[in-house]
């Protein structure tokens, strides 16, 4: 089945600075890419997904970039704001026909340092 | 609380007791899932549904049950057989199996007192 591997666990910035998060799957057809952000005692919210179509997708301050060859995907933030402080989650998942359901990763620990 | 919605807020649970977590949600998706969430380990599927009176296990599905005999509702029951209950349960649903990300429900927090 499916596996997300996620780096770093924890990730400490200063306020402005870029901050970014990577995940490997093991499924070559997985094929949907979200990224959870999770505050504390909140529930998971999604800020950005990517199919496997395309490269690259940017919203304002987050990008997400997919590289289908390696297997992996990563999660850019620039200009880093105190309120970016949260856990973000990776996720995976193949298309209908398989089992479809996200896998998630393990969870990145975004500080933000004012 | 976004059309997803969990309760109780917080369970607290005897040993050898079964306790049953309701996930209702109104934004008709088909699919629905419980997560378990544990400090450092992310969130791990429990079991899913794809469509009513249908449901699959996931990775960590033992001492656990569940139902779907309505599309809007989904609860999950932990029973006496697991024996580390203490955690985060999350619901979420999505409009079909694979498409577009999850609405989640806002959590339970389960303690074995």
């Known amino acids: 089945g499916e596996n997300v591997e996620q780096h770093p666990s924890t990730l400490s910035v200063q306020e402005g600075d870029s901050a970014v998060i990577k995940c490997t799957y093991s499924d070559s057809a997985s094929n949907y890419f979200p990224w959870y952000k999770q505050e504390l005692g909140k529930r998971p919210q999604l800020i950005i997904d990517i199919r496997s179509n395309v490269g690259e997708k940017k919203d304002q301050r987050i990008a997400v970039t997919l590289n289908k060859t390696a297997k992996h995907f990563s999660l850019h933030i620039t200009e880093t704001q105190p309120e970016d402080s949260a856990v973000y989650f990776c996720a995976a998942s193949t298309p209908p026909g398989n089992t479809g359901k996200l896998i998630f990763g393990q969870g990145t620990t975004l500080q933000v340092k004012p | 609380d976004g059309g997803i919605t969990q309760s109780p807020k917080y369970l607290f649970r005897k040993e050898g007791q079964n306790v049953t977590l309701s996930c209702e949600q109104n934004?008709?998706?088909?699919?629905m899932y419980w997560y378990r969430q544990d400090p450092g380990q992310g969130l791990r599927l429990i079991y899913y549904s794809q469509i009513v009176n249908d449901f699959q296990k996931g990775d960590i599905a033992e001492g656990y049950s569940v139902s779907r005999e309505k599309k809007e509702s989904f609860p999950l029951t932990v029973t006496s057989a697991q024996k580390n209950p203490t955690a985060f349960y999350l619901c979420?649903?999505?409009?079909?199996?694979?498409?577009?990300?999850?609405?989640f429900g806002s959590g339970t927090r389960l303690t074995v007192v």
């Open positions: 934004l008709n998706h088909d699919a």
């Open positions: 979420a649903s999505s409009p079909r199996e694979g498409v577009g990300g999850y609405t």
